[in-house]
């Protein structure tokens, strides 16, 4: 397949607000079930060895009109949640069987109780995990927590869970890890081969359908690409962050490669990343899970930084990684997680005298003639100022 | 005749309603609203009073069998005249009061051709005022302030340049005086005025001279009747304090949720899109209200936001609605707050979209918000009645309609011509309920 | 005692109103002062708030929420929200944050004037707020002080299961002790904790017997405007201590003398009228228009009788009382318990529970823009008590501390329109009782 297929089909999964390739796979077979879930993170390991279709549900971006899901939300709030109640509410989650809420921030957390509100007959779970990084304190709360969620997944897909299933699901899902970080190195290698508008929809493929497919996908893709001839840019090289939860209209991507700037690395889906490492499938399995998420998890807003000195260092040290020239902050209006942290991250760049720029967006932000221009002024900045 | 009033101070227009014992309307004014509220609320209720006067003589010319068939005829030429008397007495008031402020240091040795200048404009304009109140004339507005200013204007410029005096002069003598002629309360000298508008009326149709005299007769008893105010309640909001006292004031949303009943008693959902916030209102079957929304912070779902594209596209307000309806495609507009509606437009001109497609866009993006609100304050159930300025253009109308269908189905929606009314029309209402039969 | 009597003594502020002054203003004059008397100061957060535990280790205790409030209240915080803007912190976020920024900019002078110290820990107590997590990393960035991680599980299921319980139990005696021993240098002493554990609940009983007040008709308190200043000592540096419970007894004193002589709450212009309407208030108060936003309450009658704000630092009105026998495991409980860390199907719960149990005649929420916690899923709560009550709701918008977020034109339109409703609802009702008797 070439690139232009692969993208061709990741752009259709992504404008299907109906779920259609969701709701195919679940009537192929009698007693299939699908688990929603909201940013940042969850183990979707779990979901798998149930032997359900985990699915990342990112709000309605920029083709859904929100009209009964502005009903909830007052107008300081940010777009995500009212566009997922606006899924839900017409109809297009009909075929998840639950939702997850991770604990990104208060507008989410408060959303999983919304969501039992109004849809009380499906599974809703707040998916809390530890700020506490000791093995035998949040370790042993989230090992906890993890078994809860194993108990109730039973309990949905009828079934028992065996430990045997989950290591098999860690395993499928160390691939999808490797193929994803293949991805990034690759686009960090060789970004004028992997655009990252065609990088952002191969991921996002990734939300809809079954792990293993989206490994396969992803490994076409990079082979397509590699063999690709396509030109090199004077571009400048940019690391995009704030973008972990409500995501950008298509089009922003595209304008700030447009004006100029190769994105090298970035927040998007952080579940697909979020382990930094192969979890190990000997064992325990709940166990490595937690203690993955303990101690070889990435880091985001939303999770606390224990040492000072360390606030802002896994930017810089993706900035170093991939050879970016600066950061670009996206976030969108009113999130408080990006908003917050964004000054301390753009100290901890200052010190170490990486440029960047910020600006907000909403999912269905209209103009990007804006956006264009200062991410064109930001890489023409560092073209023709940086030592 | 005992007459209940409401008086609506609205942001942009200030209205008044005058209803009689059984709640059937008598009269209505409306004037442009002004910083101080007493006069605006003054001047409104005296023109609704005019109005009920005019409406008395509707009624005691009906009666005349000279008139048959030509009542409306006659009224009309009467009532056109009679605001043609009002805007030439104003007018003499305004060039006296201009006349006064040539006066300072800016008009040294220039006191007598501005003065000369003066005359000459205001020589002109009465000259062709009556024109502006002839039968089908099309004028800007219906008030003193906007026509004469207009006028005054586009009139003293050539003048100051057959002069070869300074424009600036002359619009500082006006900027000077039509406050305080804006202002300026005349008294009930309205037997004075439609005395002179009746014998220009009369003076125009003397086929009717047969008949003068039992018209001047009818005429003179309807302003004789004594017209008892015998309550007023008025609403609105701003941050001074409204010229009431507080039994006389009720909440507008009250006052707009109980007018819309009034016009269409199967109303249950209001939405009122006016210049400065909207509402979304719930009402019982009484017309009470049950549960309300208001957006008066932003002015994206306002009647504002349609003004900032009208000046960034350099056209009318009232133009914006006819060209949206021409639109042969949508185009999605996301952005819905008007600081970005601009921008948003220009990127979008600049891509090679057309106008009318755009103003389409822009005209659903305004209705998508008052969709949030409504849904915020309870939904939209039948009957559903759609109130305010912007409830005038057509194509914000059928952007409404769409969103209603797709969202609620078959809902009847309500859109009564002089729903700028509304306001008024409950607090009147209310007025009557204050008071026991 | 006649009512002119009871008048005279309560126009002179009350005892309890004076010591709760004193005791807060004591607390700033003893943080200003924590250095040069070599003591330790520890910052924290009012959900989740371990006062008891931080006393075990001599330690002043430093309230940063407090200390907005106390600003915002004193009119100080706008200009430093704008100086945290400039310095690069969003429009969007929590005004309590910039506020305390800026005025760490600004020399970190305290509400009362006097310098507030450089903190030698921060409790980060992560109960019911994201933005606890921020603020406290960026006021780490800024001083450098030791930080100590709690995280109190959030009710996703509307229940504290074991899981959790154990977690905080686990945090506290393995982290969050050891580090506080370490810090202050003063040994961990359990009884001593136990004292401080008995007196808070002596206080938290009479606390909970004044909130409760508010179920009789008149109320003698109210429980929102009123209560900020009942909640004071509980919900800050006091709880624990001798001071506080005889604070409390006092206040107890002052409300059972007012119910014995049928008195409403005072308000800060004297006794209240007639109590004209019941409400049940969901929401934290803008403290930038305090005085202002109370006067709209009572001067229409409005009280009070439950609020959800009263509940923000600790739930003790459905009987948890902080236990002596099993501190460590109480103070989990207690951290669990606050109110903004309760799930919204408990809070619309709590809601509904509050409107039939003080007889309230609906529900108004003020959504604060820069609170998610509270703000996110209000419009819900709003519908869902209307729904299960039958009561009508009214929805306020306003801030916490950024007066550019307090219109009172606005706030007062919505104020008045919904007491209006409920007296045409009222009105109605008594019409058809009368017609049927």
Not at chain 1, 349 to 365: C, G, Q, R
Not at chain 2, 182 to 187: A, L, S, Y
Request: proline share 4%; glycine share 8%.
């Amino acid at each position: 397949m070439s690139t232009a297929e692969i993208v061709a089909r990741c752009q259709a999964l992504f404008d299907d607000l109906d779920f259609t390739s969701v709701r195919a796979w679940k009537d192929a077979e009698p007693g299939r079930k699908v688990i929603g879930y909201l940013p940042v993170y969850v183990p979707r390991e779990i979901i798998h060895a149930a032997g359900m279709l985990p699915v990342g549900i990112l709000g309605g971006g920029d083709q859904l009109e929100v009209i009964h899901g502005d009903a909830y939300y007052q107008s300081y709030i940010c777009r995500i949640p009212r566009s997922t109640i606006e899924l839900g509410v017409t109809g297009r989650l009909a075929a998840l069987d639950g939702m997850l809420f991770p604990s990104i921030c208060d507008v989410i957390r408060n959303l999983s109780g919304i969501w039992k509100l109004m849809f009380g007959d499906k599974y809703a779970r707040y998916f809390d995990v530890p700020q506490n990084y000791e093995d035998e304190i949040g370790g042993k709360f989230y090992a906890h927590e993890l078994g809860e969620f194993r108990r109730d997944l039973e309990r949905l897909a009828g079934r028992a869970i065996t430990d045997d299933d989950l290591r098999r699901s860690i395993e499928v899902y160390n691939e999808n890890r490797r193929a994803v970080a293949d991805l990034y190195d690759f686009r960090a290698d060789e970004p004028w081969k992997a655009a990252s508008s065609e990088v952002y929809l191969v991921l996002r493929a990734g939300m809809v359908l079954p792990v293993e497919e989206h490994t396969r996908l992803i490994r076409d893709y990079i082979e397509a690409a590699r063999t690709e001839d396509r030109p090199l840019r004077d571009n400048c090289r940019v690391v995009v962050t704030g973008v972990f939860c409500e995501q950008p209209p298509l089009g922003l991507i595209k304008s700030i490669e447009m004006a100029g700037c190769y994105i090298v690395d970035d927040d998007f889906m952080l579940v697909t990343r979020w382990l930094l490492d192969d979890v190990p499938t000997e064992g325990d399995p709940l166990d490595n899970l937690a203690r993955a998420f303990l101690h070889h998890s990435n880091e985001t807003a939303a999770k606390y930084q224990p040492d000072a000195k360390r606030k802002g260092a896994y930017l810089v040290e993706s900035v170093r990684r991939n050879r970016a020239e600066g950061v670009i902050f996206a976030a969108p209006s009113f999130c408080d997680p990006a908003l917050l942290d964004r000054p301390m991250l753009q100290h901890a760049l200052a010190d170490h005298n990486i440029p960047y720029t910020a600006f907000k967006y909403a999912e269905n932000s209209g103009q990007m003639q804006p956006i264009r221009e200062q991410a064109g002024t930001f890489a023409d900045s560092i073209k023709l100022w940086s030592a | 005749m005992r007459c209940f009033i409401g008086i609506d101070l609205g942001s942009t227009t200030t209205k008044a309603m005058v209803l009689d014992e059984n709640c059937v309307v008598l009269g209505r004014g409306i004037t442009n609203s002004r910083s101080n509220y007493d006069i605006a609320s003054e001047v409104a209720k005296q023109e609704a009073i005019v109005n009920t006067r005019l409406n008395l003589m509707r009624r005691a010319l009906g009666r005349l069998d000279a008139l048959e068939g030509r009542v409306d005829a006659f009224l009309g030429r009467l009532e056109r005249d009679f605001r043609l008397e009002q805007f030439l007495e104003q007018l003499a008031d305004l060039e006296r009061t201009c006349r006064e402020r040539v006066s300072g240091d800016r008009f040294a040795g220039l006191e007598g051709a501005t003065t000369e200048a003066l005359a000459e404009v205001f020589r002109r304009l009465r000259d062709e005022a009556p024109a502006m109140f002839a039968p089908g004339a099309k004028r800007r507005s219906d008030f003193f302030r906007d026509i004469a200013g207009s006028r005054y204007l586009a009139v003293g410029e050539t003048v100051a340049k057959e002069a070869g005096l300074s424009f600036d002069l002359m619009l500082n003598v006006y900027d000077r005086a039509i406050i305080e002629v804006e202002n300026r309360i005349v008294g009930d000298t309205m037997q004075a005025t439609v005395t002179r508008a009746l014998d220009r009326a009369l003076a125009a149709m003397p086929d009717l001279a047969s008949a003068a005299d039992e018209v001047r007769a009818e005429i003179a008893g309807a302003l004789a009747v004594e017209l008892e105010e015998t309550y007023v309640i008025g609403t609105g909001y701003g941050r001074a304090r409204l010229p009431f006292s507080k039994e006389h004031i009720r909440s507008e949303i009250l006052c707009h949720g109980l007018g819309a009943h009034i016009m269409c008693p199967e109303t249950r959902t209001v939405l009122d899109i006016g210049g400065q916030d909207t509402k979304a209102i719930q009402v019982d079957a009484d017309g009470i209200v049950e549960s309300f929304q208001m957006n008066d912070r932003c002015a994206a779902g306002c009647g504002r936001y349609l003004g900032y594209i009208a000046d960034e596209m350099n056209v009318g307000l009232h133009e914006l609605g006819p060209m949206a309806m021409k639109a042969t495609r949508s185009v999605r507009i996301n952005s819905t707050c008007t600081v970005f509606a601009g921008a948003e437009l220009r990127d979008r001109l600049a891509l090679g979209e057309k106008r009318e497609d755009i103003l389409a866009g822009l005209h659903r993006a305004i209705i998508l918000r008052a969709m949030s609100l409504l849904s915020r304050s309870g939904g939209i159930r039948d009957q559903f009645t759609f109130t305010g300025g912007v409830a005038n253009n057509e194509a914000a109308v059928r952007a409404l309609e769409d969103l209603v269908r797709e969202n609620y189905g078959d809902v009847t929606l309500n859109i009564n011509p002089d729903s700028i009314f509304t306001g008024a029309l409950g607090a009147a209402t209310f007025a009557r309920r204050a008071v026991a039969s | 005692m006649t009512s002119k009597q009871a008048t005279a003594r309560t126009v002179q502020k009350e005892e309890s109103m004076l010591r709760q002054k004193a005791m807060i203003a004591d607390n700033f004059t003893r943080l200003s002062r924590a250095k040069e008397e070599g003591r330790k100061v520890a910052s924290t957060f009012v959900p989740g708030n371990l006062n008891e535990l931080l006393m075990c280790f001599d330690f002043a205790r430093n309230f940063p929420e407090i200390n907005s409030l106390q600003l915002g209240m004193r009119k100080k915080t706008g200009r430093l929200i704008m100086e945290a803007e400039r310095a690069g912190h969003s429009e969007d976020v929590c005004t309590y944050v910039k506020s305390d920024l800026g005025m760490m900019a600004q020399g970190n002078i305290g509400p009362t004037g006097e310098p507030l110290p450089k903190p030698d820990v921060l409790l980060l107590s992560y109960t019911g707020c994201f933005t606890f997590m921020k603020w406290f990393e960026l006021v780490r960035e800024q001083y450098g002080s030791e930080t100590i991680m709690l995280h109190v599980p959030y009710q996703g299921d509307g229940v504290i299961t074991e899981n959790m319980r154990d977690y905080v139990v686990t945090q506290l005696k393995d982290e969050v002790i050891p580090a506080l021993e370490r810090i202050s240098g003063v040994k961990f002493d359990i009884d001593r904790l136990r004292e401080y554990m008995r007196e808070s609940a002596k206080a938290e009983e009479d606390l909970v017997w004044v909130l409760q007040s508010a179920k009789n008709k008149p109320s003698p308190i109210d429980a929102y405007f009123g209560a900020v200043y009942y909640v004071g000592p509980i919900f800050s540096a006091f709880r624990g201590t001798p001071e506080a419970t005889d604070y409390y007894r006092v206040l107890r004193g002052e409300i059972e003398e007012r119910l014995r002589l049928g008195l409403g709450p005072i308000t800060p212009e004297g006794e209240m009228g007639e109590e004209r309407y019941r409400l049940v208030v969901e929401g934290p108060p803008n403290w930038t228009s305090f005085r202002d936003f109370w006067k709209m309450f009572y001067s229409e009658g409005a009280v009070v009788v439950a609020s959800t704000y009263a509940k923000v630092g600790g739930v003790y009105d459905f009987g948890f009382r902080h236990d002596p026998d099993h501190p460590i495991e109480s103070l989990a409980e207690y951290c669990l318990g606050c109110y903004t860390n309760l799930n919204l199907p408990t809070r619309a719960d709590m809601l509904a529970r509050y409107i039939e149990d003080y007889e309230a005649d609906g529900l108004l929420i003020n959504s604060i823009k820069s609170c998610n916690s509270f703000g996110a899923g209000q419009l819900l709560l709003l519908r869902e008590v209307e729904g299960r009550t039958g009561k009508p709701g009214a929805f306020i918008e306003t801030d916490l501390v950024d007066p550019r977020y307090f219109s009172a034109a606005n706030v007062k339109n919505r104020l008045e329109s919904y007491f209006q409703m409920i007296d045409q609802k009222k009105g109605r009702a008594t019409a058809t009782e009368g017609a049927a008797a």
